[in-house]
């Protein structure tokens, strides 16, 4: 294993991940995306510090405090979406509100009025 | 006592911080408390903390000057900032307990509150990596939990949403940290810059398109604007002003720590960056001020109105790029369009809450342009500062409004007066030209949606005979009902806007009175 092959797979796993997030539209799907994209950059840094800078102290307390903020938001999402009813398994029957296509282009969002209710 | 005075000493430039934090710590005391006595009391705490920290902030720094440490580094435009998102808290603050000092859980709300303030002032502070990753996450944690707890669960799917994009958002930062870690083993940004060899490599440009991204994302600039624009139309009335005033401030001031980045690749790729921006910042403009035009929601205009601000701010990049505007300028652009909108909104948005509140209908059309018609006429006192405060967004001369204008269209005319004749025609020339058309086109757009609300304030007020039930709580004309407080809150906001607008056309014209002792035109 070399350096440049461990970028190109993080790469790889990044670009999966944005793909997930813009493609899916379920809360689960949506997730395991965040994750795609948070490995890639746990194995940047990683794959660099072993690399390139003699494991140092400071990318491992960037890791650590980096990741327990990122999980600590997805986790206080993912507990107020279960603790007001929201489904979090990509089962049937599936509410429309349950569905968070992040990047919906609605014709309310550019022109014209937003009707209350309206998803 | 020795080593009291080495803590004191140690902390001697982040007691602002400090004051806030001591703040909090007092009121996790109580957050489990339901009595009003208490609840006066954290709101006074949570004030007094907040003067306190203004005040440590800029005494600190006129005593101590400047300050560098490997978290944190304090310099004008950190101090500028701060101060700006104190008075926005202060702001804040006096809206949240004005709607929410009866529920159950206001002392908490106070504690997330604070818990936001602290991590934005953080962010201003800091310069290592971590700290602006980890501070700008818990920023979005407390944002995230406040809304969560002002507003009730029928607002659940689109806060998720909107901030499922700021977690993506927060994680594509992460990503774009990993690769600057990967192009160098330094630790902030301006060690970055200055290590001019290190710019040239392709993972800076990786990691500067990645955190720019994500920044984007943030803000929900065009065409991500959907959930942003749907959680402010139904959100309960303060969280809105946390979104304007807590939330994006977050993400213009993490553009403000890459400029320097920034400006070396726009000196660089000067054509194609430029282009890109003003590309930008023209859909902004276009679709922000079309989008406001083509709605009758009042928290809808508003919302369209703030988005083509951060275009005119991104504008000024574009400036930079063309030669028409310094790098010292683009962070006074950034400012300055914080502080208009903060000097407009709050005042527009105070109006607003009490003519929604007042209204006794179904919350369907709570802030329809309809429910304005005629208030002018009927409260004279408030209609007057109302309207002067809109003339100011308007960008009348003399007003507060007009100055960050003058900066945006006048630099071009300099250019073409102070050209000599028989110059070529060069890029430059050409984008300067495109600039100062989308400004211009901006400020025309911004004018009539202002223009439109004048109108509809000063329009003959509805009769309750026209209103059928009745439109607000005083049938008989009209007239609404504000708070005593809200007469001396909007008067001092016309006091700022015109003494501000005054000093700073004194400035512009060369004439000094000596009148403060820093210039508002530049840092």
């Known amino acids: 294993m070399n350096l440049q092959l461990i970028t190109y797979f993080s790469f790889l796993i990044l670009l999966s991940g944005l793909f997930g997030v813009s493609f899916y539209k379920s809360f689960l799907s949506i997730l395991i995306s965040f994750q795609l994209i948070i490995v890639s950059a746990l194995i940047n840094f990683f794959s660099f510090s072993l690399f390139l800078y003699n494991e140092s102290v400071w990318d491992k307390t960037f890791t650590l405090l980096g990741i327990i903020s990122v999980y600590l938001l997805m ?17 049937a029957p599936f509410e429309p509100w349950d569905d968070y296509p992040l990047f919906k282009l609605d014709k309310s969002d550019w022109w014209g009025e937003d009707t209350l209710g309206n998803n | 006592m020795e080593i009291i005075n080495n803590i ?7 007691y602002s911080i400090v004051i806030l934090f001591g703040a909090l710590f007092i009121s996790l005391f109580f957050g489990l408390s339901k009595r009003k006595e208490l609840k006066i009391f954290i709101i006074i705490i949570t004030a007094l903390s907040l003067i306190a920290a203004f005040v440590a902030n800029i005494y600190n720094f006129i005593s101590s000057g400047t300050f560098s440490s490997f978290l944190f580094n304090l310099e004008t435009q950190q101090v500028i900032e701060i101060c700006v998102v104190l008075f926005i808290a202060l702001n804040i603050l006096i809206f949240i307990s004005f709607n929410n000092i009866n ?13 936001s303030v602290c991590s934005l002032v953080m962010l201003s502070l800091s310069s290592n990596f971590i700290m602006i990753f980890v501070s700008f996450t818990g920023l979005t944690i407390g944002i995230f939990q406040l809304l969560a707890v002002l507003n009730n669960i029928d607002l659940r799917s689109y806060l998720v949403r909107f901030f499922l994009i700021s977690t993506l958002a927060v994680i594509v930062l992460l990503a774009g940290f990993s690769v600057f870690y990967g192009s160098t083993d330094f630790k902030n940004f301006n060690q970055i810059f200055e290590s001019k060899n290190l ?8 990691g500067i398109i990645l955190f720019s991204a994500g920044i984007y994302l943030y803000l929900f600039i065009f065409p991500f604007q959907g959930s942003y624009l749907k959680i402010i139309r139904r959100c309960e009335q303060s969280s809105v002003l946390v979104i304007w005033f807590l939330y994006f401030p977050a993400g213009i001031f993490l553009f403000m720590k890459i400029n320097k980045i920034l400006f070396y690749f726009i000196e660089k790729n000067s054509f194609y960056l430029t282009a890109v921006f003003i590309f930008i910042a023209f859909i902004c403009l276009l679709c922000g001020n079309l989008g406001a035009i083509k709605t009758k929601s009042i928290r809808r205009i508003l919302s369209f109105i703030f988005l083509s601000f951060l275009g005119v701010s991104i504008l000024s990049y574009a400036m930079v790029g063309s030669g028409l505007a310094s790098k010292d300028r683009v962070e006074w652009f950034f400012m300055a369009n914080i502080v208009l909108l903060v000097l407009s909104y709050f005042p527009i948005y105070s109006v607003i809450t009490t003519i929604e509140k007042s209204k006794k209908t179904s919350s369907l059309d709570n802030d329809s342009l309809e429910n304005l018609k005629g208030f002018a006429r009927v409260n004279k006192y408030i209609g007057v500062n109302f309207i002067i405060i809109l003339l100011s967004f308007l960008g009348l001369a003399g007003t507060a409004g007009f100055i960050n204008r003058y900066f945006y269209i006048a630099p071009f005319f300099k250019l073409i007066i102070f050209q000599p004749e028989k110059t070529a025609v060069t890029s430059n020339t050409v984008f300067s030209i495109l600039i100062t058309a989308a400004a211009i086109i901006a400020f025309i757009f911004l004018a009539v949606n202002i223009l439109r609300l004048i109108i509809v304030v000063l329009a003959k007020p509805k009769t309750a005979s026209d209103m059928g039930a009745g439109l607000f709580e005083n049938k008989i004309d009209g007239n609404i009902q504000f708070a005593k407080f809200y007469y001396i809150y909007i008067t001092a906001f016309s006091l700022i806007i015109i003494a501000a607008g005054v000093i700073g056309l004194l400035e512009i014209l060369n004439i000094n009175l000596g009148l403060v002792p820093f210039r508002i035109t530049g840092f």
């Not at chain 1, 979406?81 to 990509?90: C, H, V």
């Not at chain 2, 529920?103 to 818990?115: E, M, R, Y």
Request: glycine share 4%; hydrophobic share 55%; charged share 15%.
């Open chain 2, 103 to 115: 529920k159950s859980q206001f002392i908490k709300i106070i504690i997330i509150f604070l818990f």
């Open chain 2, 8 to 14: 004191l000493a140690s902390i001697n430039q982040l």
């Open chain 1, 75 to 91: 986790f206080s999402i993912v507990y107020y979406n279960f603790a007001t009813g929201g489904k979090i398994r990509d089962k």
């Open chain 2, 199 to 206: 710019m040239a490599s392709p993972l800076i440009a990786i």
